[in-house]
C-alpha cells in the first residue's frame, strides 16, 4: 500500500515509486566481512568520540559501496542534531551534479546531548546509504520512501547485524532481491 503522498505525485515519480516499493530486499556479498566494522561504530559510540564515530561510519559505508559495486560517498558526523519545529534530524543524503554524493549524519540528541543509541545510529547510516544506493546500484530516478525503501533498509540490518535477523529462515526467491550489477564486485 502506498504512503499517502503517492496520490501528490507526478506519473513519473509514480513508476519510480512503484518500482522502488518492488524491491525490498539488498543483497550484500561478503556481509559477514564487513561486521568487524559494525563492531568498531558500536566501540565508537561507547567511547563518545566523534573523530572514531566519524571514521567507523566512513569504513562501514566504503565497504558496502564496494561490495555492491557502486561509487563512494563522502560521509561525516557531527555533534548535535539540528532540530526545528518539525523535529530533529538524524542524517541527510544530498547529491549535486558533478560532486560526490554526501551523508551527514549527528552522534548526539538535542535535549541530552547524549550519543544516539548505536542501532538507532546504524540504522540512521543505513537509511542514508540506502539512498545512495537507490541512485547508482538500483538506478532510480529518484528514492522516495517506500515500504520497499524501508525493508531493504531492513535488509542490509540484518545482513550486518545477524542476531536482529532471528532464527534462519530459507532464502527468499523472486524478484524481491537485488545483486550487485553484472561486472560489479
Sequence with gaps: MPFPYY?????RDKAIY???DELTR???PASEALQPLVDGLRRALELEEPSAVGLAARELA???TERLGIAAVELSVLPVRPSSSWGELHGLYTREPGRSARIQL?????RHKRVVAFRTFLRTLLHEVGHHV???HLRLADSFH???FFKRESSLFKQLVPEAAGPPRRA???QDSVSPRPGRK
Design 7 to 11: 496520490d501528490r505525485l507526478c506519473a
Design 18 to 20: 512503484r518500482r522502488s
Design 26 to 28: 539488498i543483497e550484500l
Design 62 to 64: 566504503r565497504g558496502i
Design 106 to 110: 549527528w552522534m548526539r540528541t538535542v
Design 134 to 136: 537507490d541512485y547508482e
Design 146 to 148: 517506500t515500504e520497499g
Design 172 to 174: 527468499a526467491t523472486g
